[in-house]
């Protein structure tokens, strides 16, 4: 038998859902809390993209109040996916198709700015296949940022849970914010939150369980990897001490 959190991976259990509960639905934040945070590390003329976007209208806002241009959305369910096409067809800045976050061959690698995401890995992580699935989506997401673009994490799990997963899928670097699920004041938004190797510096700065959300922004490093360069100074080297033997025994023929 399948729970309903194990079912998180298929369009079926999404297509159900959407089905039966049209009305717009945010996880998590909505656009106005985290436009300080979203402003913050995304320029509003770089392409974007919104994966698990579902009938949310945090990309609505992205476009009205941000003033965002280029706002792509996905989702693994068609029926949301029609629903919103057709919601938003006046507004030529927001473009949604079905996909799979865990396979988006149909972008071109560095094609986005920006990637968001909230709930989206939560929810692979409740499903089946857990980390092969969240591993397949943090590689993919990497694959179609650009060099240097950021993947805006929005998420219940804290730094012991979420860190080393990201940092064994894909190459990163890290900073993490903080946003209060009540109106009790935590941390400054805008203000990053200590962040040692293993997020034992977040309990430091936070406390013990604080009621938070954490979000994670990851920005996408291209490793230059350096063997071509060692091989050819250590072919030089062997050409030179080769052509100074030469000369050498030469200059040893004439004397």
């Not at 639905?25 to 509003?44: H, N």
């Not at 296949?129 to 994490?153: F, H, P």
Request: glycine share 6%.
């Amino acid at each position: 038998m399948t729970t309903s959190s194990q079912a998180y991976g298929e369009p079926w259990y999404w297509d159900n859902r959407y089905t039966n509960e049209p009305g717009p639905f945010d996880w998590y934040q909505k656009y106005l809390t985290l436009a300080p945070i979203i402003t913050l590390y995304v320029p509003s003329n770089h392409p974007l993209l919104v994966v698990g976007s579902g009938n949310s209208a945090f990309s609505e806002g992205m476009v009205v109040d941000g003033g965002y241009t280029d706002v792509v959305n996905i989702d693994i369910s068609s029926v949301v996916i029609d629903a919103m096409k057709t919601k938003y067809r006046d507004y030529p800045q927001l473009k949604y198709m079905k996909m799979d976050v865990r396979d988006m061959s149909d972008f071109q690698s560095e094609s986005f700015g920006a990637v968001i995401d909230k709930g989206t890995l939560d929810s692979i992580l409740c499903g089946s296949n857990s980390k092969q699935n969240a591993t397949k989506m943090l590689e993919e997401i990497w694959r179609v940022l650009k060099d240097k673009g950021v993947y805006v994490l929005v998420t219940y799990g804290a730094p012991p849970y979420r860190l080393r997963l990201l940092r064994e899928s894909c190459s990163w670097t890290i900073k993490l914010h903080v946003i209060e699920k009540s109106e009790h004041p935590v941390w400054e938004l805008t203000k990053p939150v200590p962040l040692n190797n293993d997020g034992s510096s977040v309990e430091e700065a936070l406390g013990r369980n604080p009621d938070v959300h954490y979000i994670y922004i990851c920005t996408k490093v291209i490793k230059l990897f350096l063997m071509p360069t060692i091989v050819l100074c250590l072919w030089s080297i062997e050409y030179v001490t080769h052509q100074q033997g030469v000369t050498n025994l030469i200059d040893n023929l004439i004397s």
